[in-house]
């Protein structure tokens, strides 16, 4: 089974920060990369697709890259509302979410 | 627009059996295939079940392979999660989630199941 291993498990950021979150799986997935967001209360919601690609009608501050083996997330110019918990999830053998990561403003 | 609504859950004893469901609307149901995702309260995701758009290909995580069954009717717009040797540990609130290549693209809002005596 594939592990994806995310970090931070928390952050604590400022408004207009720029924030950069990741996500190292155990072993190759390619592009079958994805971010959600899950506000609370709320169901999670996709970000990111294909490693990189942005999903309909998120803002363009959300970007997805990958390098090597390591995927990020990265938010430019933190807003208020992009408080919550983000997941990563490898889609290419099952699904395997990262653990999350715990976004909160300073 | 697309809507998943799970309905089904419940407070359910240990051992025994429950059955959720999942109606989608506002996109062709059969075209797409669709998961179970749950959450423990207070913790991550964890994927649970898949089911390809004509019931050709399941999946189950290996936690639940054995006890819980996903299946789904197309002329019913409607995806289905069997949960049998229900445990304590199967308290979660579940999602079904549409799936698009290997992404999840759309989300209910989640059916709460409780397994407590």
């Known amino acids: 089974d594939i592990q994806m291993t995310q970090s931070p498990a928390s952050l604590s950021a400022s408004l207009e920060e720029i924030v950069t979150i990741t996500c190292q799986p155990s072993?190759?997935?390619?592009?079958?990369l994805s971010w959600y967001q899950q506000k609370p209360g709320k169901s999670p919601q996709l970000l990111i697709h294909s490693a990189t690609s942005l999903a309909d009608g998120v803002p363009s501050r959300f970007s997805g890259s990958r390098s090597g083996t390591q995927y990020s997330l990265k938010i430019n110019r933190l807003q208020v509302e992009d408080t919550g918990i983000y997941y990563c999830l490898q889609g290419y053998s099952a699904y395997t979410f990262g653990a999350g990561t715990k976004l909160e403003l300073k | 627009e697309v809507q998943l609504v799970e309905s089904g859950g419940g407070l359910v004893q240990p051992g025994r059996s429950l059955k959720l469901s999942c109606l989608a609307s506002?996109?062709?149901?059969?075209?797409?295939?669709m998961n179970w995702i749950r959450q423990a309260p207070g913790k991550g995701l964890e994927w649970v079940a898949s089911?390809?758009?004509?019931?050709?290909?399941?999946y189950y995580a290996d936690t639940v392979k054995g006890r819980f069954t996903i299946s789904r009717d197309n002329a019913k717009n409607t995806l289905y999660l069997q949960m049998t040797s229900l445990r304590s540990e199967d308290t979660a609130l579940y999602y079904c989630a549409r799936k698009h290549a290997s992404v999840m693209d759309a989300w209910g809002q989640g059916a709460s199941v409780t397994v407590s005596s």
């Open positions: 506002g996109f062709t149901f059969s075209n797409y295939g």
């Open positions: 089911i390809s758009s004509s019931s050709s290909y399941i």
């Open positions: 072993q190759d997935i390619g592009n079958y």
